[in-house]
């Protein structure tokens, strides 16, 4: 019964989604969100005044494009700049970029389950965020409180948001499998497959500080090692040069 609501409610928030953006107005950045970047995401921070002005107009087009809905709670300004934040850093170094498999951002205060159940009292509420597919086509999926987490301070390297929007630009080229193809050349395919698996190996024999869930497949270490890569960049470098190297040609980075 859950689950029959709770799709139910994607497929309304979907049709109301493509109605109210279909030819949406990209709107003026507001000024007061630059002191919620500066407080919030280091990415953001660590950017010079014109790069953060850049950094603002893909912020806007993206909310322009993709609709935004809170399940169980008023939506805030600070959701939308971590939301539309998580989608523009990976791909801030490439001229346009559209998130054309996404539609709708879903956001739930809490983890929730399969059923999209999000109650204290729900079993197995253990989901921070998920890339629909089939009868969730084009939703995304996010708990807001890891959300937050993911961009707090913190040793432990976990983005929520960002790795969702990794698993959604692998999915530019029709299927999640760990190899963006619109953005690794094909010559890099190989060595990049004999990298990953290299690194797998070593998470799953517990030698490596990269997130255990990295290991999961290759799907899931390119969003782990991407979380890596933008909240840690320099600590990447220092101990995983080679992945370091790799990613940053597929996302354009600069040092």
Known sequence: MFYTIGFTLLIAFAIYAFVITRNKKVEIFPPKWHTLL????????????AEQQRFQKRIMLFLSEVHIESVGFNLEDIDKVLIASSAVIPVFNFSEWHYKHLST???????????????KKDKDRNIAGMVGNGQFKNQMLLSRKALHNGFKNKSRIH?????????LIDKQDGVIDGI????????????WLKTIHK????????????????????AEF????????????EIM???HPDLYQMLKSCFNAKD
């Open 159 to 167: 983005n929520t948001g960002i790795h969702e929007f990794i698993h």
């Open 237 to 239: 470098k220092k101990k």
């Open 180 to 191: 963006p193809e619109r953005l690794l050349k094909e010559p890099y395919v190989i060595p």
């Open 105 to 119: 951002v879903l956001v739930y205060p809490e983890h929730f389950n399969e059923d999209l159940s999000f109650a």
């Open 222 to 233: 390119l969003a782990v090692a991407s979380e890596y890569f933008f909240e840690k960049p």
């Open 38 to 49: 500066v407080s919030n995401v280091r990415f953001y921070k660590k950017l010079s005044v």
């Open 199 to 218: 690194k797998m190996e070593d998470i799953n024999d517990n030698k490596s500080d990269i997130r255990n869930y990295g290991g999961t497949n290759e």
